[in-house]
């Protein structure tokens, strides 16, 4: 027989309190035991006045934003429509039954007012929160960045000339605004009993030549992933965005996506820490046009600095190895474990890297076995600092059976060398070694994933607000909540995790005699467990030799075995 529900409501008692009707199990209840904000007043405080009337909690509204990324919402009115509605989440922010929610036009207000300074440092204090309970390694770090797609189509696209005239009109009417409002405080704080406060926290001389300074030396993070229009790409190639910008959000630029869609967007820029709980540690996001080797060299000093790091290596892909990363990351005592960008060369032809450099002989020989020798004073141009040519000679060239996959020139070969060549050298040298492959393979499975993420699960495939500095609050917000998860996933276990990396850790005398374990013993365990072999593989990391003469060779077909067997690296003893 078909059922009918009925539809009736008995009214709740009156002793039924929120905090009874929430489960004990609920994901709200985990983070707010886990996450205190209240260190969100102090970070705001300095934006609020003495007196006047009472505003939104700041702790309220930060729990708001990390409800919004917990559901993947996709605006403030959305946000507000699912907490009136949900019972977990009117506790979380800490609204009874009763209480009057807060409007979702407020929320945007709040947002602006705070600025990209709030939000930066409140992304940094949850990274603190991870620093405190033992989730960051800090020894090496994973770059990389992805697209994401503006909330503007490429339709709106205008004469640049044109969208930056009428912003500025718009920006010199606010500036008006701005003064005569500046104007009546200053009129008020002078007939004021705080006049003499007031003057006392005026900058003093020393602190205006600070200011000066500090204002002089801008980087990719103090101007919030602006574009330097100065700037010039490569020789002959005119950017679209240096002559044309959307009326709808003037920072985001042209992108290829995949296939030949072109859609308007940012870059979004993370950098990410090695370790096991994979802790975002710098966000930036910048127009699309600005490639990812650009702000590379700012993140790493920022993160480094902030948070007294001294990584081993950094790791990226080829789009990040130019001569100028490469050669600073390596003046600072860090190993550049980064892709090399062969950009530049003729297709079909033989790359720079096809070439072998000879320091001793000062020439290099190319893929036949020939010699290309420097022209003129190479010394001299060596010790100003300016780029020499080697070449072969014509006719050695002109009787080469590789010839049509070398050159086209009559006068043989040429390359040119400058004085970041040799860090490329090293660079060369390092992708020869196991902790750089291992590196390169981990930054897929490290830092991609956490793109994916943002993208399935938290609306970073395309952004909900417009201009630099919102996109950047918005990306900040992700990278937040996606910290804050790692906290609550890892973070409850630290003390026992340092116990047992502590365990773990290499002792720092002679090597243990691994070779002396009985072969029978070794059988019987029909393979090495995947905890040996990572050991194993660490102890190969600082001992070398041990490949060579240090393990048997059963215990080298086992580690291959317990690399297969587990899907991780490639054994290459
Ligand atoms: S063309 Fe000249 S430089 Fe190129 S491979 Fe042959 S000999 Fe060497």
Known sequence: MMGIKERGFRRLPEDLSLDLLVPEDNFYRRLEERIDLSFVRELVRPLYAGGG??????????????????????SERQLMDAVADRLSLRWYVGYDRHERLPDHSSLTRIRERY????????????????????????????????????????????????????????????????????????DAEESGPEDAEHVRRLPAAGDEDLIRANSASEDWISRGGAQDRSFKGTPGRERTADTRASRTDPAATPMRWSGSARKLGYQTHYVVDGGKSRIIFSVLVTPGEV????????????????????????????????????????????????????????????????????????????PAGETLKALGDAEGNRRRGRIVTYRAKGSVCAACDLKPRCTTNKNGRSLRRGPGDGHIDLVRAYMETEPYRRAIRKRKVWIEPLFAEGKLWHGMRRFRTRTLEKTNTEALLIATGQNVKRLLAFGGKGPKKLVRSAALRLPAGPLPDLARRSRGAHRRKRGVSLELFNKLERIRDHYPQVGDNGLSCDLCRCMAAAAARHGRWAATT
């Not at 009337?53 to 996709?74: C, G, T």
């Not at 300074?117 to 090496?140: Q, S, Y």
């Open 53 to 74: 009337r009472r505003s939104i909690d700041p702790v309220v509204f930060f729990k708001l934003q990390l409800v919004l990324f917990f559901e993947d919402l996709r």
């Open 115 to 186: 600025g990209l300074g709030v939000f930066r440092n409140f992304f940094e204090r949850i990274i603190g929160m991870c620093v405190e309970a033992g989730l960051v390694r800090g020894e090496e770090l994973f770059f990389d960045a992805t697209k994401v797609e503006a909330d503007a189509a490429v339709d709106s696209l205008a004469p640049r000339w044109f969208v930056e005239g009428h912003l500025q009109d718009l920006f010199e009417e606010n500036a008006g605004e701005h003064e005569a409002g500046a104007q009546a405080d200053r």
């Open 291 to 366: 490639s990812e080797n650009r702000p590379m060299l700012d993140l790493l000093w920022r993160t480094a600095f902030r948070w007294k790091l001294r990584p081993h290596h950094v790791t990226g892909d080829g789009k990040y190895g130019t001569i100028e990363n490469i050669a600073a990351v390596e003046r600072s005592g860090i190993r550049a474990y980064l892709g090399l960008h062969e950009a530049g060369g003729r297709v079909g032809f033989f790359p720079k890297s096809a070439f072998a450099y000879d320091a001793e002989e000062d020439l290099y020989l190319c």
